[in-house]
Nanobody, 124 residues
């Protein structure tokens, strides 16, 4: 059974940092592109960042560019999202997702596998 499990969320003050992790199990995702999305109350789920299988290609939403960094450790079957200079508007449930291809994607429908999400709350 394929599972993606996010961790690392929590409450942080504005300007602080958090590192989210997404551990995959059930199969190897070393040849799959991975991504992070987020959803705030009353809003649609939005793209945050994506990374290709080789870790060379990374892409970010404009709202997080320069503050967030996506990375992966294929040996550990894990993808990370380092979030710095957090703002209250970054408050959301953050979801990890995996594609069925090596190429990164920015659309929710590009992804087949999803985690349950982890809450990130940034206080002002």
């Amino acid at each position: 059974q394929v599972q993606l499990v996010e961790s690392g969320g929590g409450l942080v003050q504005a300007g602080g940092s958090l590192r989210l992790s997404c551990a995959a199990s059930g199969r190897s995702f070393s040849r799959n592109a991975m991504g992070w999305f987020r959803q705030s109350p009353g809003k649609e789920r939005d793209f945050v960042a994506t990374i290709d299988w080789s870790t060379v290609g990374t892409y970010y939403a404009d709202s997080v560019k320069g503050r967030f960094t996506i990375s992966r450790d294929n040996a550990k079957n894990t993808v990370y999202l380092q979030m710095n200079s957090l703002k209250p508007e970054d408050t959301a449930v953050y979801y990890c997702a995996a594609r069925d291809t090596v190429w990164p994607g920015e659309k929710e429908n590009d992804y087949r596998y999803w985690g349950q999400g982890t809450q990130v709350t940034v206080s002002s």
